[in-house]
């Protein structure tokens, strides 16, 4: 596991959340996790597409249905306060929007 990776943040803000927010439910991505070829196949069945965001906190609040967050490491270069851009940022980004649109607050969230 490298240190500055996305897991090692996902990691220490799902401890940090247990530790402080017990009650605070919240479900993880594992998309960084090594997959067999089958199991990878697998899981793309399970879903509705790509670019779902790394955390997701079911907890409404004020006009939000829920939270989601596409961690991104304190290293990821910034321009304009957008991530730079490539295929896979901008299946994020579509993704972001479209739950946004659902009524969810989602966005990125770098370091």
Known sequence: MKPNSEEVLQL???AYIKLQYPNVLFNCDLSGIKLTMGQ???VKK???GKGWPDMFFPEP???YKGLFIELKTADKRLKNGKVASTEHVR???EMIAKLTEKGYYACFCCG
Do not use: H, L, P
């Open 91 to 93: 299946e994020q980004e």
């Open 12 to 14: 220490q803000i799902s």
């Open 61 to 63: 609040r004020w006009t």
């Open 40 to 42: 990878a196949a697998k």
């Open 46 to 48: 399970m879903r509705s």
